[in-house]
């Protein structure tokens, strides 16, 4: 495996690790009573999207 293919593989691991977070975040944020409207919950729903994104481009 060349240093590339490892390199796109620990980042696709990471990028993953991040949408898991930020879908925790939203979750927690929707519990603590914040409504999906919220400035925090519609940047996390953003960077989600941008995240599914990154790997095809």
């Known amino acids: 495996m060349s240093i590339q293919e490892s390199t796109t593989v620990q980042l696709t691991a ?13 979750v927690e944020l929707e519990l603590r009573g914040c ?7 519609k940047r996390a729903i953003a960077m989600q999207k941008q995240l599914k994104n990154f790997p095809q481009n």
């Open 35 to 41: 409504q999906s409207h919220h400035e925090l919950i």
């Open 14 to 26: 990471k990028i993953s690790e991040v949408s898991e977070l930020l879908e925790d975040m939203i």
